[in-house]
């Protein structure tokens, strides 16, 4: 089935104005962080403990983009690759290797 020129893939999709429930549950988790003490109250726990700080940096490294590219000095692209970032720290808060 062809489409012609600026006709929906979907014409039967979700309703304009509808809300994202992504957007929605990112706004709560971002004012529950800041009611939380934002970035102050995050710094501070991370540096309580090793444990916590390796929580953080398991949490940062899901966070980021696997892949990337960051440009040269010619302009041309230089691939990067984050790779699996090991620690001893349990998530489950049960102690290390």
Aim: net charge positive; with cysteine; proline share 6%.
């Amino acid at each position: 089935m062809a489409f012609q020129k600026g006709q929906s893939g979907n014409p039967k999709g979700k309703p304009k104005g509808t809300v994202c429930k992504f957007t929605t549950l990112k706004a709560a988790f971002l004012n529950v962080f800041e009611k939380m003490g934002g970035e102050t109250e995050l710094l501070r726990w991370a540096s309580l403990n090793e444990h916590n700080r390796g929580l953080f940096y398991q949490w940062i490294t899901k966070m980021l983009p696997a892949d990337v590219e960051i440009g040269g000095k010619d302009g041309a692209p230089i691939p990067v690759k984050l790779v699996k970032v090991v620690t001893t720290v349990d998530p489950n808060g049960r102690g290390g290797d």
